[in-house]
Structures are given as structure tokens and as C-alpha cells.
């Protein structure tokens, strides 16, 4: 069995991978450890990353398309102009990633924490931002005051 599929107590481990331009496609990977993994141009298609624990991967120019980072915690992860459609990070840790030029859609970031994140040219249109902080500020409470009354 390849790593990939491999079920039981052994946790897969995936160092020094260069994947570019892979293909995956209902991959489990939960649990699963990546160390300098580079999955740059790649397209993941229900894929779980679920309580992986990610450093030093790039997703960069990747096509992520219903897959869960779940309570995953990414390190030095890069999704610069990635795409992520229909992503779970729910409950993820997320330090020192470059999410510059991504574009995201349908994606959960209930609980989710970004410490030290580039979110340079970031569109986040038509979510639910309830709660949102950034830096402290409430952004769902700053945008209320800053936008006219609806009628």
C-alpha cells in the first residue's frame, strides 16, 4: 500500500515532495505530517488534510476544490493565487502563509487562527464574517458603522 492510502496506527509522513501539477482526487491524508512538500499548480479534488500538520508546503497557482484542513496546522504555508472553492479550515492554525492573489469561495473559517498571514489583494465578497477579528477589531461590527442605512 502507498502512504497515501495506508490505514492504521502509523502516521504517513511526506518530506522534500515535489508534486507539481499532481492530481488528487478523493485522497485522505488526515493526520498525515508534510515537511517542505511542494504542490504548486496542482488540482485536489476532495481531499482531506484533516489534524495534518503542514510546514513549509506551498500550494501556490493550486486548484483546491472541496477539501478540509480541518484542525490542520499549516506553518510557512504559501496559497499565493491559489484558488480554494467549497475549503474547510475550521478550527485550523495558520502562521506565517502567504495568501496574496488567492481567491477563495465557500470556504469555513469558523475558528480558524491566522497569525502573521500576507492577505495582500484578498477579495472576500458575500460571507458571513460574524464575529471576524482582525488585530482585535470586530470587522463585522466595523463594517456595520461604516456602511449606509439600508432601506
Known amino acids: 500500500?502507498?502512504?497515501?492510502?495506508?490505514?492504521?496506527?502509523?502516521?504517513?509522513?511526506?518530506?522534500?515532495?515535489?508534486?507539481k501539477r499532481a492530481q488528487f482526487d478523493d485522497v485522505d491524508l488526515s493526520e498525515a505530517r508534510f515537511h517542505d512538500v511542494r504542490l504548486a499548480s496542482s488540482d485536489l479534488d476532495d481531499v482531506s488534510f484533516e489534524g495534518a500538520r503542514i510546514h513549509n508546503a506551498t500550494f501556490a497557482e493550486a486548484k483546491l476544490d472541496d477539501v478540509s484542513f480541518e484542525r490542520a496546522h499549516l506553518h510557512n504555508a504559501t496559497f499565493?493565487?491559489?484558488?480554494?472553492?467549497?475549503?474547510?479550515?475550521?478550527?485550523?492554525?495558520?502562521?506565517?502563509?502567504?495568501?496574496e492573489?488567492?481567491?477563495?469561495?465557500?470556504?469555513?473559517?469558523?475558528?480558524?487562527?491566522?497569525?502573521?498571514?500576507?492577505?495582500?489583494?484578498?477579495?472576500?465578497?458575500?460571507?458571513?464574517?460574524?464575529?471576524?477579528?482582525?488585530?482585535?477589531?470586530?470587522?463585522?461590527e466595523l463594517l456595520a458603522k461604516a456602511r449606509p442605512e439600508r432601506q
Open 80 to 99: 499565493s493565487q491559489a484558488t480554494l472553492d467549497d475549503v474547510a479550515m475550521v478550527e485550523a492554525g495558520v502562521s506565517n502563509a502567504n495568501l
Open 1 to 19: 500500500m502507498s502512504p497515501m492510502t495506508k490505514k492504521g496506527p502509523e502516521t504517513p509522513r511526506y518530506a522534500g515532495a515535489a508534486m
Open 101 to 140: 492573489k488567492s481567491r477563495w469561495s465557500d470556504v469555513s473559517l469558523r475558528g480558524a487562527r491566522f497569525e502573521d498571514a500576507d492577505l495582500r489583494d484578498v477579495a472576500i465578497v458575500g460571507s458571513n464574517i460574524e464575529g471576524l477579528t482582525i488585530d482585535g477589531v470586530r470587522i463585522d
